[in-house]
């Protein structure tokens, strides 16, 4: 098991890659621990931040209504008749304006608000000993909605059409001609205000389409919430400097408010939207390709594993080999269990590029299926909390060092995951490059001591080690400082580019 006195966190000035890219070093700069903030787009190394809001769907609600009521004052139409001309338009106030300021009739009549000369009175009555036009159901007793045009049907018919418009971007009209359905209309079909409010919502997705600049549906399934940012000439600045624009929504889920996927610091959009597409291309054929097969490291040919054990044989230079570390297999005596990390490195500059993306890869997933298994760890810092204060009596803010640093280790695997997307596409002979190799090491060995320290189950020997969870947490910290940087120069000065693979 390894422990945090096995890596030598001792740091040389001289040395650039402990260094980060301002030239400032680790131990002044960076001698205490920031706790990592999901609500704020805050990252150590970033000098301009997105503002942004959280919205719930019932305050996204009230948003809208408010660009309503803006634009109603323009064309002193009513509320519900500006809604329908909104959701007619897609949300677009713009055009909406120009367009009725040109011709108001016209739009009115496109979005079937003109009531005709000689029109019925709107509203539900009660009939007796009714024959729905619609249904043909004869009824003794039943509630009718009608329209101004005199189309009318029973109630049960319109709560059945109505359902069905749901999920259309346009306000429901009258089922016989196109003279439209209000807000007020649905709540008196439906006896409350419920329904017209799920009719608004489900047309928000049209709305937030239109205004995807600023309004951005929180990516994580089933949560419904909405992130809201104005900011537009500081989101430009951050992408101009290969920044992300970290966002959290009031459920805590974090994702980059620009191509709206996870946080993927500190891999910049255009690189971790390729990266996606193109793992979801490529990724049934590279996990067969790295579980099952590895080029023989004495002739390069390429070996099937087809069993559990380790002990590989090349039946081309009749070489053996371990697995795990591609180690000659006469120096593990240890009834074939590795004991040895594959320190070997491949000087060759002109690696392939299926190499290339086949170890970026592999290492993305490692890290990938690390960071879930912290997860899971991370949903048992509470009932570890609750121990801590049931059995020596610590109170609950003095246990959310716990809390801090599992959060400081999910933000490390990330960005330790990502920065290796960063180096599939840099240029493998440039000295950043290996710069970054450097860095990710540091950050990986810092990350590994924070995660067996946060793996401790005894309540005192976790109180005992609180300085050393600090320290690690605060080099961790750093080290993402430093690989952030990094990566975020190799961007600026084009050594990472797609045009590298």
């Given at each position: ?52 809001k ?9 948003d ?9 004052t323009?064309t ?28 108001p ?8 608000l ?18 729905c ?42 089922m ?17 205000t ?42 430009n ?25 996870e ?15 193109k ?9 067969w ?9 004495f ?133 950043l ?13 810092a ?55």
């Amino acid at each position: 098991m390894t422990s945090l006195d096995d890596y030598n966190f001792e740091f040389s000035e001289d040395d650039e890659c402990y260094q980060l890219v301002d030239g400032s070093d680790y131990e002044s700069d960076y001698s205490t621990g920031k706790e990592l903030i999901i609500e704020e787009n805050v990252h150590a190394n970033d000098e301009i931040h997105l503002r942004y809001k959280s919205l719930s769907t019932d305050e996204l609600y009230d948003d809208v209504m408010e660009r309503v009521e803006f634009v109603r004052t323009i064309t002193q139409l009513s509320t519900d008749s500006m809604i329908i001309l909104l959701r007619l338009y897609g949300w677009n106030e713009e055009m909406l304006l120009e367009n009725y300021t040109e011709n108001p009739e016209e739009i009115l009549e496109k979005g079937g608000l003109i009531v005709p000369e000689h029109c019925e009175k709107r509203g539900l009555r009660d009939e007796q000993n009714y024959t729905c036009p619609i249904c043909c159901d004869d009824y003794e007793f039943i509630s009718v909605f009608r329209m101004e045009c005199g189309h009318e049907a029973c109630i049960n018919c319109y709560r059945t059409y109505l359902t069905s418009t749901l999920k259309k971007p346009k306000a429901p009209t009258c089922m016989s001609c196109n003279l439209s359905i209000t807000s007020g209309d649905i709540d008196q079909i439906f006896g409350n205000t419920e329904f017209s409010k799920k009719h608004m919502f489900l047309s928000f997705e049209t709305f937030i389409n239109k205004h995807s600049k600023n309004y951005k549906w929180c990516p994580y399934t089933g949560c419904g919430n909405i992130i809201y940012s104005n900011n537009e000439s500081t989101l430009n600045e951050m992408l101009k400097r290969h920044m992300i624009p970290e966002v959290a929504c009031n459920n805590k889920h974090a994702f980059c408010f620009h191509c709206s996927t996870e946080v993927h610091s500190p891999s910049d959009c255009k690189i971790a939207q390729y990266w996606i597409d193109k793992v979801r291309d490529e990724s049934t054929n590279l996990n067969w390709i790295l579980n099952n097969t590895k080029p023989c490291p004495f002739c390069g040919t390429s070996i099937e594993k087809n069993g559990g054990c380790n002990h590989m044989a090349c039946q081309s230079c009749q070489s053996e080999f371990c697995w795990i570390c591609d180690g000659k297999w006469s120096i593990h005596t240890d009834n074939y269990v590795c004991k040895f990390q594959n320190e070997k490195k491949d000087s060759t500059m002109n690696k392939s590029i299926s190499k290339r993306f086949t170890d970026g890869y592999k290492m993305f997933i490692v890290h990938e299926n690390s960071s879930d298994l912290d997860l899971k760890l991370a949903g048992t810092i509470e009932s570890k909390i609750f121990t801590l204060q049931k059995e020596l009596g610590i109170s609950w803010i003095e246990g959310q060092f716990l809390s801090e640093s599992i959060k400081i280790l999910l933000h490390g695997r990330s960005v330790l995951k990502w920065s290796y997307v960063i180096g599939v596409f840099c240029d493998p002979s440039h000295n950043l490059t290996h710069i970054l190799e450097q860095n990710q090491t540091m950050l990986s060995n810092a990350v590994e001591s924070l995660s067996l320290k946060i793996q401790i189950k005894d309540p005192k020997a976790i109180i005992k080690c609180k300085a050393e969870f600090h320290d690690a947490s605060s080099l961790v910290n750093g080290r993402i400082i430093a690989l952030e940087r990094c990566c975020q120069e190799l961007l600026i000065k084009g050594i990472c580019k797609l045009e590298s693979i």
